[in-house]
T-cell receptor, first 111, second 111 residues
Framework: KAGVTQTPRYLIKTRGQQVTLSCSPI?????VSWYQQTPGQGLQFLFE???????NKGNFPGRFSGRQFSNSRSEMNVSTLELGDSALYLC??????????FGPGTRLTVT | AQKVTQAQTEISVVEKEDVTLDCVYE???????LFWYKQPPSGELVFLIR??????QNEISGRYSWNFQKSTSSFNFTITASQVVDSAVYFC????????FGSGTKLNVKP
């Protein structure tokens, strides 16, 4: 099976812009979770989607949103980018509540 | 609230030494899952093991072994005869509805 794929792998944006990141889960996996990883805060959970519904949400402002499509692919959107949003954004997929399999991440730099 | 503590921020060992990575968690849940993930320098998180709260059997997989003790809320990870390729950041993860990552332990294995 192909692993979790994330696009793009690298992104540079300017403060105030918005960005959309994409994640394609492993075939058959219905749960997709998003995480933000920074040197200061570590790995923080953003949200999880399961069968097109947001099932869980972390403690991030409303500028961070996501959605999941019927084919389980997911997108994450960050509006009004801030310098502090610079991070590695990781997507993970799982079948149910099983172990998560992570993608390579999208490195977002906000200037 | 659930919390995962990995008190060891960074550990350095010489190749062939044994090393134990500590993980302590806090919870009021009776049913939960615990995981270990490895994040090598390439950045992609790799699943190592999953344990549910009812299974306190220790597990050995090659040079890796895990000691789960519910009485002390610990889930420690031991690498026997460490190798340079084991150099990575290791995360202990708690799961009940959401995934909670510890801050990670960076393991440096020197030749």
């Amino acid at each position: 099976k192909a692993g979790v794929t994330q696009t793009p792998r690298y992104l540079i944006k300017t403060r105030g812009q918005q960005v959309t990141l994409s994640c394609s889960p492993i075939s058959g996996h219905r749960s997709v979770s998003w995480y933000q990883q920074t040197p200061g805060q570590g790995l923080q959970f953003l949200f999880e989607y399961f069968s097109e519904t947001q099932r869980n949400k972390g403690n991030f402002p409303g500028r961070f949103s996501g959605r999941q499509f019927s084919n389980s692919r997911s997108e994450m959107n960050v509006s009004t980018l801030e310098l502090g949003d610079s991070a590695l954004y990781l997507c993970a997929s799982s079948f149910e509540t099983d172990e998560q399999y992570f993608g390579p991440g999208t490195r977002l730099t906000v200037t | 609230a659930q919390k995962v503590t990995q008190a060891q921020t960074e550990i350095s060992v010489v190749e062939k030494e044994d090393v134990t990575l500590d993980c302590v968690y806090e919870t009021r849940d009776t049913t939960y899952y615990l995981f270990w993930y490895k994040q090598p320098p390439s950045g992609e998180l790799v699943f190592l093991i999953r344990r549910n709260s009812f299974d306190e059997q220790n597990e050995i997989s090659g040079r890796y072994s895990w000691n789960f003790q519910k009485s002390t809320s610990s889930f420690n990870f031991t690498i026997t005869a460490s190798q340079v390729v084991d150099s990575a950041v290791y995360f202990c993860v708690y799961n009940f509805n959401k995934f909670y990552f510890g801050s990670g332990t960076k393991l440096n294995v020197k030749p």
